[in-house]
């Protein structure tokens, strides 16, 4: 094929369009609504991913620190702490002491646990400290018989609807260690974590648990927050080589279900893409092959005077690339007009806000792989189109 | 009567073409010998079903016969590929068919300009050529009109003026006042004439109408196939 042959085609693919508006722009609009659905739902579906990893590491850090099979605490954990704050890769590191107990509120009583942490420490690897005070305030480094309640615990505990026994700051909770040890707490405050992974635990502090429990310098769990965490396997890999006292397990690990769960819905949020594509390589190849089929007598006579079949290929196959390019332009509009709105305005759920994550390299593909539809949808009758007969194509057989 | 040079640009040889009808052979053309000379205006003239149009098309490279050759321009059409015969048909021959099968989505003057885009001429050059052409078939004042908006006879204008966009050697009409009243029919002939004599175009034209074909310099009547006169 050659720049005039080129040339031509393209001139009447263009004037094509550009004269049939009112059929064209519905096949526009159609393959724009179908580039939506290939890129916005993804783009919800990672949205989703974002959120739930977020509150995965927003519970527990990039990596924790297990006590071994064998042991019920990691041991010198002051220690450890300090070797893991000198290690410039991570961010953050805190320990945790977990004492399973039964907490009571107005007769109400429920089986469940208290987390000793360390305020200070804690805000560099969790979101517990800076999270919304529904009620109160957070803990101080040397709280003692305070505790702090987060919000879904505290539902649970409010009793029957309608007593109006509410839970909120400065009522006092009853709380009855496994170890036999009953203690009364001060409410200091009721957090809303907007995370299910601290619905189980009152939370106290660090010295608080470890006096109750008759143990210091040990902690239940050691949690990390990395700089860097694109390849938290190799960090996992570091930080084991440098000897951590503990299993360490990394979020993906920690979390199995979420990031099954993830894996899921991207599953399926390309399952819908590809059907999207489907969907609308259905339609430039129907329109494709409609407009030859309407046309045969204009591609028999286009021949006669001595265009070559490149000529009748361009201008169809042409036609599927503009088709796919101005479905793109408009679909990647409306795609920002509803994700810019969505995420102003999230979809607000229990655990966090659900709003699309839409990144330049889903865009990216997403037009490639839109444009690759295109072509191989506008390819087959394109190809029949330039293949006609020219005497047949003159009758318009 | 146009001055002619002598030299046949046209010229068939024994020409035959069979169609089957499932196994049976029906003879279209039967041994068709016809010399066309440079810038004579011939009527090829016959009943409906003796073989013009198919002449008209194995002329045209539009069908190959079954055996026999084409000469245009001494060139032996049967040796062209496909690619070639495009080639050949873009730079020696003027279609005009019997439908004006003008692109419904171009303006006259984008169908005129078309084949000078084929040929790969400039933007200046075709447009200052497809003015010319409009002008010379009537119709400089219906230049951005699109076919819809125009007569039947002035579409078929547009298509003569497209078919002496390439400058071609040999322009060939089929019926090209089937589809026109009387009156417009003689107009359109009598265009062809003046081509014939200003321009010095060879004009190969298929019709029917007795009236219309004794306006050509020449008829060739064909009857079952064969040349009868």
């Not at chain 1, 839970?167 to 009953?182: D, E, F, L, S, W």
């Not at chain 2, 447009?127 to 010379?136: M, Q």
Request: net charge neutral; hydrophobic share 45%; aromatic share 6%.
């Amino acid at each position: 094929m050659n720049r005039r042959e080129l040339r031509a085609g393209l001139f009447l693919a263009s004037r094509d369009i550009m004269r049939s508006k009112k059929i064209v722009g519905l096949v526009f609009l159609s393959l724009a609504f179908s580039y939506v659905n290939v890129v916005f739902l993804a783009s919800m579906m990672q949205g989703m991913t974002q959120t739930l990893v977020g509150v995965a590491i927003g519970a527990e850090g990039h990596m924790t620190i297990l006590p071994k099979e064998d042991q019920r605490f990691i041991e010198g954990v002051g220690n450890l702490r300090k070797k893991l704050d000198a290690i410039p890769g991570i961010e953050g590191a805190t320990s945790r002491i977990v004492a399973g107990a039964t907490v009571e509120y107005k007769g109400k009583s429920l089986g469940r646990a208290v987390m000793g942490v360390s305020p200070r420490r804690e805000g560099r690897v969790s979101v517990l400290p800076s999270s919304r005070m529904v009620d109160g305030e957070f803990l101080t480094q040397n709280d003692r018989e305070e505790v702090v309640i987060p919000l879904f615990l505290a539902d649970e505990l409010e009793g029957k609807v309608g007593d109006k026994e509410y839970i909120r700051a400065g009522k006092t909770i009853k709380v009855t260690y496994g170890n036999g040890v009953i203690k009364e707490y001060r409410v200091k405050g009721i957090v809303d974590p907007r995370s299910f992974a601290w619905s189980n635990y009152v939370i106290a502090t660090e010295d608080e648990v470890e006096e109750v429990l008759g143990v210091s310098d040990v902690a239940s769990t050691v949690n990390i927050r990395i700089r860097d965490p694109s390849d938290l396997r190799r960090s996992k890999l570091e930080l084991t080589m440098q000897n951590a006292r503990g299993d360490i397990e990394i979020w993906e690990e920690r979390f199995q279900s979420i990031k099954d769960f993830t894996t899921a819905m991207i599953l399926l949020g390309n399952l819908v893409s590809v059907v999207g594509l489907i969907v609308a390589a259905v339609i430039i190849a129907i329109i494709i092959y409609i407009n030859s089929e309407g046309k045969k007598r204009q591609i028999g006579i286009l021949k006669a005077i001595g265009a070559k079949n490149d000529v009748v290929l361009v201008m169809f196959f042409a036609e599927a690339i503009i088709f796919a390019i101005v479905g793109i332009a408009l679909g990647l509009a409306l795609t920002l007009i509803g994700a810019n709105y969505l995420i102003t305005h999230p979809i607000r759920l229990p655990f966090g806000d659900l709003k699309p994550y839409l990144t330049p390299r889903l865009i990216l593909i997403s037009c490639i792989a839109f444009i690759l539809m295109a072509m191989v949808a506008g390819s087959y009758p394109a190809w029949r189109a330039a293949r006609q007969n020219i005497i047949k194509a003159i009758w318009g057989e | 009567m146009s001055s002619t040079t002598g030299s046949p640009i046209l010229e068939t040889v024994n020409l035959r073409k069979s169609y089957f009808m499932g196994k049976v052979e029906v003879p279209a053309l039967r041994g068709v010998d016809i010399k066309v000379e440079e810038g004579e205006f011939v009527s090829l003239m016959g009943p409906s079903g003796s073989g013009k149009t198919t002449l008209l098309n194995m002329v045209g490279m539009l069908d190959v016969p079954t055996s026999g050759t084409v000469r245009i321009t001494g060139i032996d059409t049967s040796l062209l590929s496909d690619v070639e015969k495009s080639e050949f048909r873009l730079e020696k021959l003027g279609f005009i068919f019997q439908f004006f099968n003008l692109f419904m989505e171009l303006t006259a003057m984008e169908n005129v300009i078309l084949p000078m885009m084929l040929q790969g001429k400039g933007k200046e050059e075709y447009l200052r050529k497809g003015e010319e052409l409009l002008k010379v078939v009537g119709l400089g004042e219906r230049m951005s009109h699109y076919p819809s908006e125009l007569s039947g006879g002035q579409q078929q204008r547009v298509t003569i003026a497209r078919a002496l966009a390439n400058e071609p050697a040999l322009l060939l009409a089929d019926e090209p006042t089937a589809n026109l009243d009387s009156q417009t029919s003689i107009e359109i002939v009598d265009l062809f004439g003046r081509i014939n004599k200003k321009e010095g175009k060879t004009i190969f034209m298929v019709t029917h109408e007795e009236e219309l074909g004794r306006r050509a310099d020449r008829i060739i009547r064909l009857r079952d196939g064969l040349v009868v006169g």
